[in-house]
């Protein structure tokens, strides 16, 4: 029997030792898998600052342009409204001008259309009286 605990006992002491190797071996395995998780929770880290600071310039450029869209919006409104008022202020120019040369057209046809039935007065006149010459004379 002592020789079979002699084996007994080398066998343990063996798988003790086997143990104690595979205990080392997952200790180093934890300690670089620690590690290795420790660094990427700082990547992480430094990526999540990252992506929160590119959003808040992201949004803070948003802000910018939409300044700049109403501040160009209220410009364009401005200077409409004054193009407006220079067009209508071009049209009312150019109607009191066709007016007015209308009323001098008007005129002057009234002053021909004069002359005109003057002519044809004159000329029913001249008539008249050459008929009566002719009638007299013979």
């Not at 343990?12 to 190797?21: F, G, M, N, P, W």
């Not at 999540?48 to 802000?63: C, V």
């Not at 401005?78 to 007016?99: F, G, Q, S």
């Amino acid at each position: 029997m002592a020789s079979r605990a002699t084996p007994d006992v080398t066998s343990v002491k063996v798988a003790i030792q086997r143990l104690t190797e595979i205990s080392s071996d997952l200790s180093k395995m934890l300690a670089v898998h620690e590690q290795r998780l420790g660094q990427h929770e700082k990547k992480q880290d430094t990526l999540e600052f990252s992506i929160e600071k590119r959003r808040d310039e992201l949004l803070a450029a948003i802000d910018r342009i939409n300044k700049d869209i109403d501040t160009s919006l209220a410009r364009l409104e401005a200077d409409t409204k004054v193009r407006h008022t220079e067009v209508l202020e071009k049209i009312k120019a150019v109607d009191d001008y066709h007016n007015v040369e209308i009323v001098k057209l008007t005129n002057r046809i009234s002053t021909f259309e004069k002359y005109v039935w003057m002519a044809i007065g004159a000329i029913t006149v001249a008539s008249w009286a050459v008929s009566l010459a002719i009638s007299k004379a013979f």
